[in-house]
């Protein structure tokens, strides 16, 4: 039986698909959003966080904003320059790099209140299983032949 074109297609795709890492949306707190009194250990301990996945934190403009802190800083709580604040109420942090990340809230005394997030972020487990796309050596630019000889550079 031969397969059409859209058959291939799907086939390739099952094949591919399930090796493919779905990057996660995590909104931070759930329902509860970015708020003081919420235990932010016990919501990130039964996650496991991945390079590609996304923090969302929601919270109300103005009573709180978000952020991206060292572990000493995390600690002591505190505040980096205001300058460098996620204040929009719906801050999207794509989680690039694998490693422990830290963030804590800046508004008055939220952070030594709790309002603070550590995660771990794993390397993505699976590797992609696509073919690595094939990287042509550059060749030396050619001298074009006569009339009658001329080969296109690029099978050189
Ligand atoms: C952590 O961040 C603080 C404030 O931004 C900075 O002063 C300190 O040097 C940093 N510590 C480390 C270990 O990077
Ligand atoms: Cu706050």
Known sequence: MALSPLSMLVVIATIFLPSVAVAKEFVVGDGHGWTIGF????????????????LVFNYAVGEHNVFKVNGTAFQS???????????????????????????????????SAGQKLVI?????????????????????????????RWVPNIFH
């Open 39 to 54: 235990d932010y250990a016990a919501w990130a301990a039964d996650k496991t966080f991945q390079v590609g996945d996304v």
């Open 77 to 111: 709580c505190t505040i980096p320059p205001a300058s460098e604040a996620l204040s929009t109420g719906n801050d999207r942090i794509v989680l690039a790099i694998p490693g422990r990340k830290w963030y804590i809230c800046g508004v008055e005394d939220h952070c």
């Open 120 to 148: 771990t972020v794993q390397p993505q487990t699976l590797p992609p299983t696509l073919p690595p796309s094939p990287t042509p050596a550059p060749s030396p630019r050619q001298h074009r032949p006569h009339f009658g």
